[in-house]
């Protein structure tokens, strides 16, 4: 509700206020570590065990990451809550998970090999792929309509915030589309595949920006300044 979208304003904005502090210190790896954290959700309101629910409009089951076992892994269920199917399980977090628009995969976010990297599977849990292997933490990931494309962000070159990539769903060679000076989240296509939608934090701000998949055609769908 309303106060659960303030309260995790005023968390982000407490997040980028150290990050501040520590560019200033020069301390990458401690940057690196409050952004995910702050990317990855964990300072989740309450005690809820299950975060990060996606809906595909395929086989029309929900993808959602749960600690209901213990760590995070990807589940599925039903639209109803029933059947539900644990699809991961490892001793590390899975988290984050999307679904292909046909239903057939899912992307998620993991830190199973020690740095979040991105991972994509069957929608039934096999064919696990691991994506990406920076050093540093890459989150967030969003297929685009046709299933070709990943969107994603992730702290790189040197920058001490999140910035936008995009990668080909199979992988490979990983393009910086954007390059915020903030903190950039949660990026998801547009239907058409067209633009991409994403919120940017800056300052005490968190605002909501459209993009082209080439980065080009940057623009501002709220205003607060």
Known sequence: GRWRDAELLRRACRVHARVEQHRVRG???TIAAALAALLLGVFALGAASATAATFPGGNGRIAYSSSQDGNYDIYTMNADGTDKRRLTNDPKSDTQPSYSADGSHIVFASNRAGNYDIYSMNANGGELTRLTSDPAPDTQPSFSPD???IAF???RFGSWYTDLFTMSAAGGEQTRILTAGGIEETPTYSPDGRQIVLARVQGT???????????AGLTSLTATQ
């Open 147 to 149: 299933g070709a494309q």
């Open 153 to 155: 962000v992730s702290v």
């Open 27 to 29: 301390s990458r790896q």
């Open 205 to 215: 701000h968190k605002n909501l920006f459209a993009v082209d998949p080439t980065g």
